[in-house]
């Protein structure tokens, strides 16, 4: 039900930053609300790892999780109103190299796995040099 395009992907020397977008179509500002709301990154070579998500609450009344590799740094939030989901990231690191997937899950919380997202986006690749 939900079809997700993700920018804002680039090069960027490390230590800087970056804000991925993410808009959702065929949705309502009320439908995208239902959903929860995941970044995941893949890293050539690399499994597909969980980056952030975000509940299905409203923007203005969300919880969210974080990695541990990227707590402190990055910021997930949502604009249900704008069907559009961002992750800020901060003082990047090469490591943070790799292609990011907007994903969306119905239900609650904020799910780590990616089994328990039915949607996903293409992807929208980030580099990071020193």
């Known amino acids: 039900q939900v079809q997700l395009v993700e920018s804002g992907g680039g090069l960027v020397q490390a230590g800087g930053s970056l804000r991925l977008s993410c808009a959702a179509s065929?949705?309502?500002?009320?439908?995208?609300?239902?959903?929860?709301m995941g970044w995941f990154r893949q890293a050539p070579g690399k499994e597909r790892e969980f980056v952030a998500a975000?509940?299905?609450?409203?923007?203005?009344?969300?919880?969210?999780h974080y990695a541990d590799s990227v707590k402190d740094r990055f910021t997930i939030s949502r604009d249900n109103a704008k069907n559009t989901v961002y992750l800020q990231m901060n003082s990047l690191k090469p490591e943070d190299t790799a292609v990011y997937y907007c994903?969306?899950?119905?239900?609650?919380?904020?799910?780590?796995?990616?089994?328990?997202?039915?949607?996903w986006g293409q992807g929208t690749q980030v580099t990071v040099s020193s």
């Open positions: 065929a949705a309502s500002g009320r439908t995208f609300s239902s959903y929860a």
């Open positions: 994903a969306a899950a119905r239900g609650r919380g904020t799910p780590v796995g990616r089994y328990e997202y039915a949607y």
């Open positions: 975000i509940s299905e609450i409203s923007w203005s009344g969300s919880s969210s």
